[in-house]
Structures are given as structure tokens and as C-alpha cells.
């Protein structure tokens, strides 16, 4: 592993989440679908686990599988839902996921794939009825500022209609979509920026790079939070 690499996951390890999200999200999105009886839920992506417990919540007899490329993650998963015997923690590609399920969630790791690529991919995971749920970034309005351009360099980022035509593309239909909520941004940054200022203190070059650059992110969004975010999509196919 690079020194880049190893800054990263130092910032990163034992955080309780990868991304925003908070417990209302999942309870939305399930409301969204109509979804009521589950099997099995797949949480594609599913960094340490930060969505469990709501999805946990909302299907109470569920099989919850979790799947992640990044073993320490699910090492982590393992050890905080060990006394929960219906989640499963794979090290995997989530698109190798095999179902069927009647929710596919996916919060802050469908753009590793791509939406329209995932979301036909997924299409044979699907129990019948069943639906995808996925948070992706989003430009809330046409012209944003230098400051947000410069986060997503790089990166294909669009707005709420390109989501929805990527959606379409993928011949799904959109159900329903809505801005991830600062409460679920701060979940995600609250953790990160204790672990930033703890990790300061004689932090080497790559290390201090990778913290810098988070607190960039977190000035940004924080300065910008109306202009980009997340948004949380339910879609089912066509
Ligand atoms: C931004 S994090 C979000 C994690 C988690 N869903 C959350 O909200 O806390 C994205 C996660 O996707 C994982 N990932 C990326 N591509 C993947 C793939 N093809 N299969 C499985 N996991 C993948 C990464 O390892 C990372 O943990």
C-alpha cells in the first residue's frame, strides 16, 4: 500500500461511517419503495456498517448482507454486528452480490461503479417488487461556485436531472428522490474531524496531505452546503 494510501485509512479506520447517512434515510427510502416484508437486504458498499442498525430496523427478521472490497471495513462490520447472527459481512465486489433481495442499498458507493452500470447490474439481484436505494453527489444548482468545482475535479459529478436520466437509462423507474440531510453529513464529518485533530499532532507529510485535504472537504461542504450534497434516489425496474 502506498504512504498516500495508508494516510488515508489511518484517518479512515474505526471511523463509524464512510459517508453520509443517518438512520432516517434508510426509514425514508424504505417508505418510498412501499417496501414492507424482507428476506434479504444487501448493503452494497457498506464501508464499516454505518447503515446496519437502520437497516436492522426496518427489517427485523432480514438477512442483511454486507459486502465490501475493503477488508479492514468488514473486519470492523464483523466485530460491531457480531452478536447479530442475520448480518453476513462479505469482502467482495458488490456487483457479484447474489440475490435475491428485496432492497439493494447502496449509500455513497454506486459512483465507484457508475448508476446506470449498477442499477443494470442489480437488475437480476432484485427479488421481485424489490428496489434500489442509493445516495450519489449532486450539483443543486447550475453554477456552482470555484470552491465546489475544485472538490469534484475530476469527477463526473451532475445534477438532480442527469441523476434521473442515468436512472432511466439503466430502465429503471425513479421513485423518489430527496437531498441527504445535514444531519447525516454531520454524522459523517462530526467523527472525522475528532479523528483530525487527534491525528495532527506529529502527523508526517502524507498523512498531514490526507488530513489537510479532508478539512477542505469539510470547509466546503460546510460553506456550500445548499449548492452540492448527496442525493438519496429509490428506484425499481421498469
Ligand atoms: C464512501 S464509502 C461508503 C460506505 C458506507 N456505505 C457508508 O455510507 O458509510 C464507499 C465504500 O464502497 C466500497 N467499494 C467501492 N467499490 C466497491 C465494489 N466494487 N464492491 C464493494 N465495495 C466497494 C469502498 O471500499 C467504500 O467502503
Known amino acids: 500500500m502506498s504512504a498516500e494510501m495508508a494516510a488515508f485509512f489511518r484517518l ?36 464499516p456498517g454505518g447503515d446496519v442498525a437502520a437497516l436492522r430496523a ?7 448482507v454486507a459486502i465490501d472490497n475493503h477488508t479492514p471495513f468488514i473486519d470492523d462490520l464483523k466485530t460491531r454486528f457480531s452478536d447479530d447472527a442475520g448480518v453476513i459481512g462479505y469482502v467482495g465486489d458488490m456487483m457479484a452480490a447474489q440475490g435475491p433481495f428485496e432492497l439493494i442499498w447502496c449509500a455513497g458507493a454506486i459512483y465507484f461503479v457508475g448508476v446506470t452500470e449498477a442499477l443494470a447490474g442489480w437488475r437480476d439481484a432484485l427479488a421481485s417488487g424489490g428496489a434500489v436505494a442509493f445516495s450519489q453527489a449532486c450539483l443543486f444548482r447550475p453554477d456552482p461556485p470555484a470552491a465546489v468545482d475544485a472538490l469534484f475535479e475530476g469527477y463526473p459529478v451532475t445534477d438532480v436531472a442527469g441523476i434521473a436520466a442515468q436512472v432511466a437509462a439503466a430502465g429503471y423507474e425513479l421513485l423518489a428522490a430527496r437531498p441527504v440531510s445535514d444531519a447525516a453529513w454531520e454524522a459523517y464529518y462530526q467523527p472525522m474531524e475528532a479523528r483530525i485533530a487527534a491525528l495532527r499532532p506529529g502527523a ?35
Open 12 to 47: 479512515h479506520r474505526g471511523l463509524p461511517r464512510e459517508g453520509p447517512g443517518c438512520d432516517s434515510d434508510v426509514a425514508w427510502a424504505v417508505e418510498q419503495a412501499g417496501l414492507r416484508d424482507f428476506k434479504r437486504v444487501l448493503d452494497a458498499g457498506s464501508g
Open 58 to 64: 426496518v427489517a427485523p427478521e432480514a438477512e442483511i
Open 204 to 238: 508526517d507529510a502524507a498523512l498531514t496531505q490526507v488530513l489537510d485535504e479532508a478539512d477542505r472537504e469539510i470547509a466546503t461542504w460546510r460553506a456550500h452546503a445548499r449548492d452540492f450534497g448527496y442525493l438519496l434516489c429509490v428506484a425499481r425496474p421498469r
